[in-house]
């Protein structure tokens, strides 16, 4: 029986180790909430039906305690954080971006320039100030944002950058970098993953998603996570 509710405990704060990895992503957290409050109910159905005190300070979890990258969430992040470090050749315009040729003929797309010394909140140990970003992402961002999302917002990913609201840390090395668009009062929320000393010489940063968040969404944001980067 105690075997059953510790059981039932891990598996409530594993959830909520999700939660908090989806949450620092950008990504949509409703699923496992409701998940949450299923397996929650269901240790104090367990507890009820035997009889025994539930001991809800084991289904606690505080944030920022655990190694996300151990979260499903978090190892999907970092495979794909992984799958956008591109070798960029021969630059050509298109559109607003610039176009070239990396690994596998893939396409690869020059953002711009990040200001380095904006950015030393996340590492000092920043080895360039190019920021790329590959069709693979581009495709990712619209599959999972909408392609009017991309359509709107993509282009502004340099201004994004350029001139952050707020910045918070992620995973090593990677930065959400978060502004709101007056028009519409939303925020938009761009990961990107910044290349030091230790990678090869020939990676550029990275932009790896990028989401849309509502100012109560992103109020709930500021409220659990503290950024390392405020405009002034």
Not at 75 to 81: G, H, L, P, Q, Y
Not at 97 to 111: D, I, L, P, Q, W
Not at 212 to 224: I, T, V, Y
């Amino acid at each position: 029986m105690t075997q059953k509710m510790r059981s039932m405990e891990r598996a409530v704060r594993a959830l909520k180790r999700e939660k908090e990895a989806l949450d620092r992503l950008g990504l949509d957290t409703k699923e496992t909430e409701a998940k949450i409050r299923q397996k929650t109910a269901a240790y104090k159905d367990f507890c009820e039906a035997c009889k025994i005190k539930p001991k809800t300070e084991r289904l606690r979890y505080e944030c920022g305690t655990s190694d996300l990258r151990k979260t499903k969430a978090g190892k999907k992040f970092e495979d794909s954080a992984e799958g956008d470090k591109k070798v960029i050749t021969d630059t050509e315009v298109h559109d607003t971006m610039k176009t070239s040729k990396g690994k596998e003929n893939a396409e690869v797309h020059t953002v711009g320039k990040i200001n380095k010394d904006i950015y030393k909140c996340i590492t000092e140990d920043i080895r360039t100030d190019e920021v790329i970003i590959t069709d693979e992402r581009i495709a990712h961002i619209i599959q999972r944002r909408g392609e009017d999302f991309y359509k709107k917002y993509g282009k502004h990913f340099y201004d994004i950058l350029g001139d952050p609201d707020y910045i918070f840390p992620d995973k090593k090395n990677t930065a959400l970098v978060c502004k709101k668009f007056i028009s519409d009062g939303k925020y938009i929320n761009v990961a990107l993953r910044l290349v030091t000393s230790t990678d090869n010489a020939e990676y550029k940063n990275s932009i790896i998603t990028a989401v849309g968040e509502s100012e109560k969404r992103f109020a709930q944001r500021l409220r659990n996570n503290k950024p390392l980067y405020k405009k002034e």
